[in-house]
Structures are given as structure tokens and as C-alpha cells.
């Protein structure tokens, strides 16, 4: 189906979640599963699946508008001191569960807020902290977030010694108007700056985040952030569509009606058509599209080894306030906010604040919709983990796809969406959902 370009009601961005990050639906998740399912599933043993640790530095130097995230922007040099020796007690914690002990770290994932907040000696005293509980020198992928403005030389050399495989960039946009309207602390030319450090230290990856829709953007000013990220030649770019879920600046402008934005945030058919246009142009420079959100430079050698085991089912270990994991088969949040979040690790408790443990349909199903984000899944996958034939236990949501002119295969070695479905992923994957979840709450 073409975007006719037009805005139409459904088709304005509205507040509320678009980006389908998990299955079942947070809101189904709840603090009694944390006794009764995550606490269990932390004393087992461990299942054959690789381990990944994800680590939340809530810090930002300012607070974007279009933020949902949970970050901190008011923390001093001992808040944040702190932060890290809890974080580091956390992980002492996780280490003597049966879950966790003795276990190799696959991959590790620096999120945030902004881990590259973290000052030079911060960042070392976390390293060696963590790095005693469990070395990482063998973990095959090492991602860090870094907003551009916060990176020094040093810095960079630092977060390269720590053994960072691979570098993400929130760059958004290249346009100092735009970056200004949604309220970023960089500009470009700091971008800049930190890029040409980054090549200087040969990370093994390179990624740049934008955003299609930022508030202020235009077709022209898209285009050219598109050219210029191309210029830069980056490993990998994602790039998401803008979406405004309840907790963002934006959101409650809007829902309050204050007015504080003059700008407004581009139609979703307006945001698919940017996105269409950053795929050609970032494949006619010889990228490949990998899935809803990114194009990489070399399909070879650039993997993204945290999203693909996530996809997957693999066990991931949550440290920091509101992270969320997966262990033993139960999903699991920490308590979102600060004080929560450290008295809990201080009384020697593993900080959860929800848990959820999926039936094996719900995991199923979540790794199918997770996997159609790359575009196209394999049956033989799902037959052979869960002795389910997908094309025909989802022969009525997948004839939907055809009819709406989102599939281009769906036969016993793929199932593929056309682009146009997957430039739309987020939306089309509640039809693969159990019907008592279609109309819940992403959050
Ligand atoms: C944790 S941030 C990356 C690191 C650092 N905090 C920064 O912003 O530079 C993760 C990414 O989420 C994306 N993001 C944040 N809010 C978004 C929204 N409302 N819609 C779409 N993407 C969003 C941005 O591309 C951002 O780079
Ligand atoms: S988008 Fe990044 S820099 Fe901006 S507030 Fe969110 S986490 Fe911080």
C-alpha cells in the first residue's frame, strides 16, 4: 500500500507508545511474579543460553523533550558516585545466584540515560568494580551510549580501553535548530568532534542514532542529515521514528494543552516516508538494511550480537534503576526510581519491582514479533525450538499481511515482509498477539 503523504486522524502522532519492545505487554507484568516467579527462577541453575548484562546509567546532561526514559539530570559528582557502588553491590548480589554464578558474559550493554556521562575515573572505578565480580574480556560484544557533547579524547580512550566493541552515537540530527527545539545539550559540530575521536581510536563498530520527526524537521533538513551521516560513513545507522509515549515533555505539553511547543511532531506516514528515503539513500551508498531500524555498512562483519540474542530468548542480567532482564524464562524489571531502587540493593535484595513469566505460546509469539523486526524469520527456527509450524498456527494474521500488501513471502524457508510493511513492523505485530492482549498497554 503507498503512503498517500497525507495526514489523516490515525495517522497523526499522538501520544502514547508505538514501538513494541517486549511480549506480553508490560502491563501485565506485576510485583507478586517477583516472588513467585523471578526469585525462583534466579535460584535455579541456569538454562544452555548465552548471558548478556545490561547496565542502566540513568544520567543526562539535560532532558530531552521527546525523552522516555528513566534519567536524572539533577545528580552531583557523590549522587553519582553513589549510584555506581550500588550498581557494583547489585552485581555482587546477582553473582551469587544460582542463576548467575560462574557464568561467562556473552554481551554487555552500557544504556542509558547517557553512559557517557560518567567522568574518566568513574568510569574506571565501574570497570574494575564489575570486572572483579566477572571478568569481560571475553565477551564478544561490548556496546556503550554516548551523547556526542559529553565525549573528550580522554574520555574516548578511556571507554576504548575498557574494551567497548561497539560505540553508539546519539547523534538525532544534524541540524543545530532542530536539536535546539527538542532540547538536546549537543550540536553538530560536537558531533563532529567526537566522531573524528572515535576513528582515531579504531572502535571495531561505529553506530549513529537519528530520529525522523524530530520536532522542526523538514524534508530538506532530513535529507540533508541523511547525506551528511552517509559522509561520515558509520558502521551501522538506526534510525527510529519519532514516538511520543506519555511520559515525554512533549506528551504532557500536549495533553495539558500548555502550548509550550510551537513545532510539531511529523505524521507517521510522513516519518515511514523519511525513514524509505534514509534506507535508499543509505543502500544506494552500499548499506544493507537489517531490520525496521538499522542499515549496516558491512552485513560480514558488523553484527549487533545484544539485539539478535535478545530476539532470541537469551538470558540478559538487569543493574541499575528500571532495567529490565530476562532470566530463567521470566521477564523481569527493577524498581524505576532512585530511592527504591538503592535502599533495596543496600538490604542486600535483587531490586525488582515486576516480574512476568511468559507460557511457551507467549514465547513464541514474542520472538516471532521480535524477529519480524529484521524484516523475515525462518520457520525452520520456530519448528525446530518449539515444534510449531508458524505459517500455519499464524495463517490468518499473515493472510492479513498479503492483503494489506505487507508480505513478499511466506512459504517454508521465509516469511518476509515487503519494505513498506516493514517500515511499519511496530504497527502490524499486535496481529500476531494472543486476542486478550491486542488492546493493552504497551507500558
Ligand atoms: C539512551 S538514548 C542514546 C544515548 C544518549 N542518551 C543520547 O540520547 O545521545 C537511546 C536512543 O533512543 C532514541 N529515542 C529516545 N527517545 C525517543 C523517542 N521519543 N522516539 C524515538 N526514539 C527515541 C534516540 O535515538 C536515542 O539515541
Ligand atoms: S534521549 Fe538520551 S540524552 Fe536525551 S534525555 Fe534521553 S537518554 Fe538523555
Known amino acids: 500500500?503507498?503512503?498517500?503523504?497525507?495526514?489523516?486522524?490515525?495517522?497523526?502522532?499522538?501520544?502514547?507508545?508505538?514501538?513494541?519492545?517486549?511480549?506480553?505487554?508490560?502491563?501485565?507484568?506485576?510485583?507478586?511474579?517477583?516472588e513467585t516467579d523471578a526469585k525462583p527462577a534466579l535460584a535455579q541453575p541456569p538454562a544452555d543460553v548465552p548471558l548478556g548484562l545490561y547496565l542502566h546509567i540513568p544520567f543526562c546532561r539535560k532532558r530531552c523533550h521527546f525523552c522516555y526514559f528513566r534519567v536524572?539530570?539533577?545528580?552531583?559528582?557523590?549522587?553519582?558516585?553513589?549510584?555506581?557502588?550500588?550498581?557494583?553491590?547489585?552485581?555482587?548480589?546477582?553473582?551469587?545466584?544460582?542463576?548467575?554464578?560462574?557464568?561467562?558474559l556473552r554481551f554487555i550493554y552500557f544504556g542509558g540515560g547517557t553512559p557517557s556521562f560518567l567522568s574518566v575515573r568513574q568510569l574506571k572505578s565501574l570497570v574494575d568494580r564489575l570486572s572483579a565480580v566477572t571478568p569481560?574480556?571475553?565477551?564478544?560484544?561490548?556496546?556503550?551510549?554516548?551523547?556526542?557533547?559529553t565525549l573528550t579524547e580522554p574520555k574516548l580512550s578511556q571507554i576504548r580501553d575498557m574494551g567497548i566493541t561497539r560505540l553508539s552515537l546519539g547523534v538525532e540530527h544534524f541540524d543545530d535548530h532542530v536539536l535546539e527545539l527538542n532540547g538536546r545539550a549537543h550540536r553538530s559540530a560536537e558531533v563532529f568532534r567526537a566522531y573524528d575521536f572515535a576513528q582515531s581510536l579504531h572502535f571495531p563498530q561505529v553506530n549513529i542514532d537519528l530520529i525522523a520527526g524530530m520536532l522542526g524537521d523538514t524534508d530538506e533538513k532530513w535529507h540533508a542529515a541523511v547525506?551528511?551521516?552517509?559522509?561520515?560513513?558509520?558502521?551501522?545507522?538506526?534510525?527510529?521514528?519519532?514516538?511520543?509515549?506519555?511520559?515525554?515533555?512533549?506528551?504532557?505539553?500536549?495533553?495539558?494543552?500548555?502550548?509550550?511547543?510551537?513545532?510539531?511532531?511529523?505524521?507517521?506516514?510522513t516519518k515511514r516516508r523519511w525513514v524509505r528515503e534514509a534506507f535508499d539513500a543509505l543502500e544506494a551508498a552500499g548499506y544493507t538494511v537489517g531490520s525496521a531500524y538499522t542499515a549496516v555498512k558491512n552485513p560480514e562483519t558488523?553484527?549487533?550480537?545484544?539485539?539478535?540474542?535478545?530476539?532470541?530468548?537469551a538470558d540478559?542480567?538487569?543493574?541499575?534503576?528500571?532495567?529490565?532482564?530476562?532470566?530463567?524464562?521470566?521477564?523481569?524489571?527493577?524498581?524505576?526510581?532512585w530511592g527504591p531502587y538503592a535502599a533495596a540493593v543496600r538490604r542486600g535484595e535483587i531490586p525488582?519491582?515486576?516480574?512476568?513469566?511468559?507460557?511457551?505460546?507467549?514465547?513464541?509469539?514474542?520472538?516471532?514479533?521480535?524477529?519480524?523486526?529484521?524484516?523475515?524469520v525462518r520457520p525452520a527456527y520456530f519448528s525446530g525450538k518449539y515444534g510449531v509450524d508458524i505459517v500455519d498456527r499464524f495463517g490468518p494474521a499473515l493472510a492479513s499481511l498479503r492483503t494489506d500488501g505487507y508480505l513478499m513471502a511466506c512459504d517454508a524457508d521465509q516469511v518476509a515482509l515487503t519494505r513498506e510493511g516493514l517500515l511499519r513492523v511496530d504497527s502490524l505485530l499486535p496481529r500476531f498477539f494472543l486476542p486478550e492482549h491486542t488492546d493493552l498497554r504497551y507500558t
Open 302 to 313: 558488523t553484527r549487533f550480537l545484544y539485539r539478535d540474542q535478545l530476539w532470541q530468548g
Open 1 to 34: 500500500m503507498a503512503d498517500t503523504g497525507h495526514a489523516t486522524t490515525t495517522e497523526q502522532t499522538d501520544v502514547g507508545s508505538y514501538f513494541v519492545a517486549n511480549y506480553p505487554p508490560f502491563s501485565l507484568w506485576t510485583p507478586e511474579a517477583v
Open 72 to 104: 536524572y539530570t539533577d545528580k552531583n559528582a557523590s549522587e553519582v558516585a553513589d549510584y555506581l557502588d550500588v550498581v557494583g553491590r547489585e552485581w555482587e548480589l546477582y553473582a551469587t545466584q544460582p542463576a548467575i554464578a560462574g557464568r561467562a
Open 352 to 376: 525488582l519491582s515486576r516480574a512476568f513469566r511468559p507460557t511457551e505460546e507467549e514465547r513464541l509469539i514474542r520472538e516471532l514479533v521480535l524477529q519480524l523486526k529484521r524484516g523475515s
Open 136 to 149: 569481560w574480556t571475553d565477551a564478544e560484544e561490548i556496546t556503550f551510549e554516548c551523547e556526542p557533547g
Open 227 to 269: 547525506a551528511q551521516t552517509i559522509e561520515l560513513s558509520p558502521d551501522s545507522v538506526t534510525i527510529y521514528q519519532m514516538e511520543l509515549p506519555y511520559n515525554t515533555t512533549i506528551s504532557s505539553d500536549l495533553l495539558k494543552g500548555t502550548g509550550q511547543f510551537t513545532e510539531t511532531v511529523a505524521n507517521w506516514s
Open 316 to 337: 540478559l542480567a538487569p543493574l541499575g534503576v528500571s532495567s529490565f532482564g530476562h532470566i530463567n524464562g521470566v521477564h523481569m524489571q527493577n524498581q524505576d526510581s
